[in-house]
T-cell receptor, first 115, second 109 residues
Framework: ETGVTQTPRHLVMGMTNKKSLKCEQH?????MYWYKQSAKKPLELMFV???????ENNSVPSRFSPECPNSSHLFLHLHTLQPEDSALYLC??????????????FGPGTRLTVL | GQNIDQPTEMTATEGAIVQINCTYQ??????LFWYQQHAGEAPTFLSY??LDGLEEKGRFSSFLSRSKGYSYLLLKELQMKDSASYLC??????????WGAGTKLIIKP
């Protein structure tokens, strides 16, 4: 399944580094999402974009900065992260955010480790 | 507020049947989803229920009772490849998914 791709798959960074995560969807969807998945915890929604406009920002620290240049691409820019930010970062896309039957399709995630 | 509960881990035998329960509390409801996630992989969509009752899809079925705030995922004829985490997610009044922590299902031969 290559509908939603994410790069890199693994990333190790120091607290002073700046890096970016990339997500690309090939499904013709109009909405894209960033989630954080930590061990034994529920998926946490970070950001939602619908038609390239941010519609939700769930009180995420400013050290995470999203960018959605078009409906197929989504980035998450990272800077001055903390060790507790280490997690699996998942990207998802869906046809139309705001619909009850809207199903989200996920990428494989980026495993981030902050030293 | 909203809350979703599902068991942390379950074990079942190959060829058997297992039921994974999910209970929730919410003020707004637009459906309930089940996803499967193998270790190190993306969650993949299994089912969606918005009306009460049972939805059957091959070996997997999902049930919803809105009045009880309860859903279950039923897996029949278990195969080793069914070893995975199963995530329950509620779509709230803002059409956002609220996720449970997932149930890790271990299948033994």
């Amino acid at each position: 399944e290559t509908g939603v791709t994410q790069t890199p798959r693994h990333l190790v960074m120091g607290m002073t580094n700046k890096k970016s995560l990339k997500c690309e969807q090939h499904l013709g969807h109009n909405a894209m999402y960033w989630y954080k998945q930590s061990a034994k915890k529920p998926l946490e929604l970070m950001f939602v974009y619908s038609l390239e406009e941010r519609v939700e920002n769930n009180s995420v620290p400013s050290r995470f900065s999203p960018e959605c240049p078009n409906s197929s691409h989504l980035f998450l820019h990272l800077h001055t992260l903390q060790p507790e930010d280490s997690a699996l970062y998942l990207c998802a896309s869906s046809q139309l955010q705001g619909s009850g039957t809207d199903t989200q399709y996920f990428g494989p995630g980026t495993r981030l480790t902050v030293l | 507020g909203q809350n979703i509960d599902q068991p942390t881990e379950m074990t079942a035998t190959e060829g058997a049947i297992v039921q994974i329960n999910c209970t929730y509390q919410t003020s707004g409801f637009n459906g309930l989803f089940w996803y499967q996630q193998h270790a190190g992989e993306a969650p993949t969509f299994l089912s969606y229920n918005v009306l009460d009752g049972l939805e059957e899809k091959g070996r997997f079925s999902s049930f919803l009772s809105r009045s009880k705030g309860y859903s279950y995922l039923l897996l029949k004829e278990l195969q080793m490849k069914d070893s995975a985490s199963y995530l329950c997610a509620l779509m709230d009044s803002n059409y956002q998914l609220i996720w449970g922590a997932g149930t890790k299902l271990i299948i033994k031969p």
